[in-house]
Each structure stands twice: as structure tokens, then as C-alpha cells.
Nanobody
Framework: QVHLVESGGGLVQAGGSLRLSCVAS????????VGWYRQAPGMQRDLVAS??????NYADYAKGRFTISRDNAKSTVYLQMNSLKLEDTAIYYC??????????WGQGTQVTVSS
């Protein structure tokens, strides 16, 4: 009954931009923290950015380039990615989390940055 549907990934040249979206349904969105994770082949999944406890957090590589935001009226979390680099290539996953309830993952969207 809970669905997180991601979109916005694709192929982009280095230096370009993408905006990822994740639309949640089946939950009271306001009750959840949100985050974006990414995983490259052979690598661990790591946290890109999150909004939790009213605080916005970014991985070092994302600071100054990526912006996470949420629109509670639309039950949507966004990740704006600018100045993309080759090493940003990964599958990006959104997550909503309430430690007292549950956490849920989106299906992932592929971001490929080319030279």
C-alpha cells in the first residue's frame, strides 16, 4: 500500500544538471523524515542528503552542488543536482523514515554522467 515512485534520472554530460523526484503515497507524509541515497556498482549505498529532525544534511561531495527539498502538500521529495561529475553515476534511491513506524524505499532511478 506504500509506494514511492522516483523519476528524473537519465544520461547527462559532466557539468549538467538533473532533478530527481520521489512521490509517496499510502502514508502520512508529514510524519516521515526523507532522504536520498545512491549506490554505484560494487560500492556501498550511502546517504546523499536528508531532512530529519528539521535539519538538512548532505554528504561532503553533495555540499554546494545538490539540494534536497520536500513539498508536503504533494508528498514529494526532490533532489536537485547541479555540476554533475562522472563519479555521481549511480542508482539513486529515495527513502522515507519514521523510526517509530517504518521506513520505505523507492525503486531507484539511474543517473549516468558522461564525459
Amino acid at each position: 500500500q506504500v509506494h514511492l515512485v522516483e523519476s528524473g534520472g537519465g544520461l547527462v554530460q559532466a557539468g549538467g544538471s538533473l532533478r530527481l523526484s520521489c512521490v509517496a503515497s499510502g502514508v502520512t507524509f508529514n510524519h516521515y523524515d526523507v532522504g536520498w541515497y545512491r549506490q554505484a556498482p560494487g560500492m556501498q549505498r550511502d546517504l546523499v542528503a536528508s531532512i530529519s529532525g528539521g535539519t538538512t544534511n548532505y554528504a561532503d561531495y553533495a555540499k554546494g552542488r545538490f539540494t534536497i527539498s520536500r513539498d508536503n502538500a504533494k508528498s514529494t521529495v526532490y533532489l536537485q543536482m547541479n555540476s554533475l561529475k562522472l563519479e555521481d553515476t549511480a542508482i539513486y534511491y529515495c527513502q522515507i523514515n519514521n523510526p517509530l513506524i517504518a521506513y520505505y524505499w523507492g525503486q531507484g532511478t539511474q543517473v549516468t554522467v558522461s564525459s
